[in-house]
Nanobody, 124 residues
Framework: VQLQASGGGLVQAGGSLRLSCAVS????????MVWFRQAPGKEREFVGA????????YYADSVKGRFTISRDNAKNTVYLQMNSLKPEDTAIYYC??????????????????WGQGTLVTVSS
């Protein structure tokens, strides 16, 4: 499975961005699609997850109500729509995947496949 993240950029606080994660390879086996982010000097943290078979989504409290994960199966692409962006959302955003869903889905160590990251900068 190969992941290609894109869509990052510079945006003012209160603005929106949509990140994309194009999935290729064994796409039919990626039950868990997740977004993480890493701010300068901080550890990589969970942002949101999509449990593919059930189309169930999960979010970190810090982004709940502002970010939305969706998937276009025809395009094999997962999206992260980010609204009402805040300066503290500034980070490199990574998409990740694993074949099977896991209850500990917030743990960065469980993911086998990673995109290269895309930088999101939110100015105040």
């Amino acid at each position: 499975v190969q992941l290609q993240a894109s869509g990052g950029g510079l945006v003012q606080a209160g603005g929106s961005l949509r990140l994309s994660c194009a999935v290729s390879g064994r796409t039919f086996r990626t039950d868990a699609m997740v977004w993480f982010r890493q701010a300068p000097g901080k550890e990589r943290e969970f942002v949101g997850a999509l449990r593919r078979p059930l189309r169930t989504t999960y979010y970190a409290d810090s982004v709940k109500g502002r970010f939305t994960i969706s998937r276009d199966n025809a395009k094999n692409t997962v999206y992260l729509q980010m609204n009402s962006l805040k300066p503290e959302d500034t980070a490199i955003y990574y998409c990740a995947a694993r074949i099977n869903w896991i209850t500990d889905y917030r743990n960065v160590q469980h993911y086998d496949y990673w995109g290269q990251g895309t930088l999101v900068t939110v100015s105040s």
